[in-house]
């Protein structure tokens, strides 16, 4: 078995603030992905990585940037919190693509002040 | 925009009691329906997936699949309070938008 690390745990910013939220896996997985998760509309993909330095944009990418330095490691930066916002960041990780099951993290709870 | 529809929002069943929740595609060319179950402060967890005709049991939980109809269904059986989670279905796509489309959740609640 394997395990999701997410940092941290709880995250409160100022608005206009840079934030990073980080995701280590140890399955030794090739893909990662992170997902927005507000109330009542589900997860929604930010960006996604097949392999170490690659990086693929989601349906939600504006207003994020991501990192995949290492194979197991996988970044998320907000590049300028909004006001109010407030939302779960959740990373995952999976063998090869998205045809394989998604394993994922606790999550990061995210509150723009 | 593939999208996948999931009803109820939320559902209540006694113990012991059959829980059910429904999945639609607005597109035909999805692969696999997968089933995840979130419990509260946790990550997603996945229940199982399904992409060929009719049905898949794993213990008591039961997916059905209609590809003409593009929909699929969960149904677990003799629910327990521990089963009370927020359930997910969620779509791969294929084709050069390779992507895996997340249904809104219904939130299910079993009581004592």
């Known amino acids: 078995g394997g395990i999701i690390t997410q940092t941290p745990k709880f995250l409160i910013g100022q608005e206009g603030q840079k934030l990073t939220l980080k995701c280590q896996q140890n399955?030794?997985?090739?893909?990662m992905y992170w997902y927005r998760q507000d109330s009542g509309k589900g997860l929604r993909l930010i960006y996604y990585?097949?392999?170490?330095?690659?990086?693929q944009k989601g349906d939600l990418s504006e207003g994020y940037d991501a990192s995949r330095e290492k194979k197991s490691s996988f970044s998320l930066t907000v590049t300028s919190a909004q006001k109010n916002e407030m939302a779960v960041f959740l990373c995952?990780?999976?063998?090869?693509?998205?045809?394989?099951?998604?394993?994922f993290g606790p999550g990061t709870r995210l509150l723009v002040l | 925009q593939q999208k996948v529809q999931q009803s109820p929002e939320s559902l209540s069943v006694p113990e012991g009691g059959m829980a059910s929740f429904n999945c639609t595609s607005s597109?035909?060319?999805?692969?696999y329906f997968w089933w995840y179950r979130q419990h509260s402060g946790e990550g997603p967890k996945a229940l199982m997936?399904?992409?060929?005709?009719g049905d898949k049991k794993e213990g008591r939980f039961t997916a059905h699949l209609n590809k003409a109809s593009l929909h699929v269904s969960l149904h677990i059986r003799d629910s327990q309070p521990s089963d009370s989670a927020l359930y997910f279905c969620?779509?791969?796509?294929?084709?050069?938008?390779?992507?895996?489309?997340f249904g809104t959740g219904t939130l299910l609640s079993v009581k004592p």
């Open positions: 399955f030794n997985h090739d893909t």
């Open positions: 969620a779509a791969t796509y294929g084709g050069s938008g390779n992507k895996l489309i």
């Open positions: 995952a990780s999976s063998i090869e693509g998205f045809q394989d099951t998604q394993y």
């Open positions: 990585s097949i392999t170490e330095n690659d990086l």
């Open positions: 597109d035909r060319n999805f692969q």
């Open positions: 997936s399904i992409f060929s005709d």
